[in-house]
């Protein structure tokens, strides 16, 4: 091992310097370094380092193995472009912030141990909320509020988790977990908070929304791969995975058609393509663990490009919203034409990474003989293609004419997004290299017929019946509207029944304290008629009057008496 510090704790220190730099160094800076970590990254030898005994618990800071060092690589290449891509920012806080974020999680991601993974799990929480505070908007501080105690919870059960596991193993290595006990559970609602499991998904399409048209970028690029990682490690082969996955993969279609904002429609999009990683991921086979990673890697770059592309067009228009959009191909043509491959590759055309990576999940499945599941991936494709194959590019660049003639995006948007899209058509036209960065070697072949041919059908019946929908005006029009997810259970619906239930109790105390107040009254009253002033008990008796009660009382005893002997 050549070093034995974890290389992340150079982005984070790294970042924090940045927040000190002028700003005609900061750009320049900020690019330069996630390349020199990432050279670190590459130079590392597999293998364990960085043991340090904590209390009594031995740490490993730094371990290096085939998937440790696909998400490491991964991270510093999403640092790379996300950092060129907000080559302009001027924000100290955020450009700290970045580098932080992408710090922890390469941290994470290297980290041999639970209580390490904890440490740089609760880092890359309170890196990535700075990037959501960083608009400056009171919609974005209430998302971000929301995001920051979704993440903090998250850690705080996998820190319960971790001291349950230690206490019951004696070890807290990060290792295979399994869900054979409660540590394990605790540990696997952590992962699956920030995997944006169902229910547990609205921190994503409520925060990154709200972020800066370059903070979107980094917070597509870390949280949910960190959490793929996780699952992947401490968790292969746990069957409800496949469930999970599956429904992720659905569920958000019906969402991303519907909705009005294009980057949220991302944010719906994100979990659909986790979803596939998830079901991998539970499948358990080298062939589908090889596919989740894969795909987790071609993912974090076209969703990255779509990401770009739409922060592009809400730093010149102002706006993401698909109902003022249109017609901006005629004065962003790069843009739209970048923003037309990652499009491609995350619908999984042909020749672009989606398709090399997408197909080696669902080979495993049918391996598998998991029919209905890979029937709901299938179908999770089409939607994908729907939603953001050609609902983001369609509706941001053509579809109406909104009339906005804007300028083309900054040259360093443009470079990230070139070098991204050329990414995507790199690894589709010759996988080779990524499939050699995968944890296990690969028994795969991407191009066969029936490959090919049956995602271009795919493909084709969905660009069919977009066009039939959209020409009959059957397909949901881009409207300003507010669609309800899950979390309107909690905060709307929880607190409006809670308000409901307070003023049902708070009524019914009313009630209670009038009747008794009433029901007093009448005490008071009868005692006053009694013992008042004017009372029978306050009336003059006369003793003789008093003596002929007291012998008919006593005659009445003695007969009494006399009877029962």
């Known amino acids: 091992m050549t070093t034995a510090i974890n290389p992340g704790v150079w982005l984070i220190f790294g970042g924090l310097l940045a927040a000190i730099l002028p700003s005609r160094l900061r750009a320049a800076y900020c690019v330069a370094l996630p390349i020199a970590v990432t050279g670190i990254v590459l130079g590392l030898e597999g293998g364990l380092a960085g043991r340090l005994s904590f209390l009594g618990v031995e740490l490993i800071t730094l371990r290096v193995d085939g998937l440790a060092r696909l998400f490491a690589i991964l991270f510093c290449l999403a640092a790379v472009l996300a950092a060129l891509f907000a080559w302009t920012v001027q924000s100290r806080i955020e450009a700290a912030a970045s580098l932080v974020y992408a710090g922890s999680a390469l941290g994470a991601a290297l980290a041999g141990d639970l209580l390490t993974l904890f440490v740089f799990w609760e880092m890359a929480a309170i890196g990535s909320v700075l990037l959501i505070w960083a608009r400056g908007t009171p919609p974005s501080y209430h998302a971000g509020v929301r995001y920051l105690i979704v993440q903090v919870g998250s850690g705080v059960l996998l820190l319960a988790g971790a001291v349950l596991r230690f206490q019951e193993t004696g070890s807290a290595a990060f290792d295979v977990i399994g869900l054979g006990d409660t540590a394990g559970a605790l540990i696997f609602i952590a992962f699956g908070i920030k995997a944006a499991f169902p229910l547990l998904h609205n921190w994503l399409v409520d925060a990154y929304p709200e972020s800066t048209p370059t903070g979107t ?6 949280t949910t791969k960190l959490a793929i990682y996780a699952l992947a490690r401490g968790f292969p082969g746990t069957e409800i995975l496949i469930w999970i996955g599956v429904a992720m993969a659905c569920f958000p279609i019906f969402y991303a058609v519907i909705e009005n904002d294009l980057r949220r429609v991302l944010g719906y999009s994100t979990i659909n393509q986790l979803g596939f990683m998830v079901a991998g991921i539970g499948v358990g086979t080298t062939l589908s663990l090889n596919g989740a990673v894969a795909h987790a890697f071609c993912d974090m770059i076209f969703k990255a490009v779509l990401f770009m592309a739409m922060g592009a067009v809400l730093l010149r228009t102002g706006t993401i919203k698909g109902s003022e959009l249109g017609g901006l191909y005629k004065t962003m043509p790069k843009t739209a034409g970048l923003c037309i491959i990652g499009a491609a590759s995350i619908s999984a055309f042909p020749l672009f990474s989606g398709f090399v990576s ?21 179908f999770a494709s089409a939607g994908v293609f729907h939603h953001a194959g050609i609902k983001i590019p369609f509706f941001a660049f053509f579809a109406h004419d909104s009339g906005r003639r804007v300028e083309e995006a900054p040259w360093h948007m443009l470079a990230a997004m070139a070098i991204g899209a050329a990414l995507c058509v790199g690894i589709g036209v010759h996988p080779a290299p990524l499939y ?28 069919l019946a977009f066009t039939w929908l959209y020409r009959t005006h059957r397909y949901p029009p881009e409207l300003p509207s507010v669609n309800l997810d899950f979390d309107w259970t909690y905060r709307r619906l929880l607190p409006t029944a809670v308000a409901g239930i307070a003023g049902a109790i708070s009524r019914l105390h009313g009630a209670l304290r009038q009747g008794m107040r009433g029901l007093l009254a009448q005490l008071l009253h009868l005692v006053h008629r009694h013992h008042g002033p004017e009372g029978v008990m306050a009336r003059t008796v006369s003793a003789g009057s008093m003596a002929f009660w007291v012998v008919v009382a006593l005659a009445g005893y003695l007969i009494a008496y006399e009877v029962s002997r």
């Open 217 to 222: 970028v980094w917070l597509s690029a870390f």
């Open 436 to 463: 050699a960065l995968l944890p296990d070697a690969v028994d795969y072949v991407a191009y066969t017929t029936e490959h090919v041919v049956t995602q271009t059908q795919l493909l084709l019946f969905s660009a």
């Open 358 to 378: 997408k197909g080696m999940i669902m080979a495993a499945i049918v391996h598998e003989g998991l029919f209905v599941p890979w029937l709901l991936l299938l």
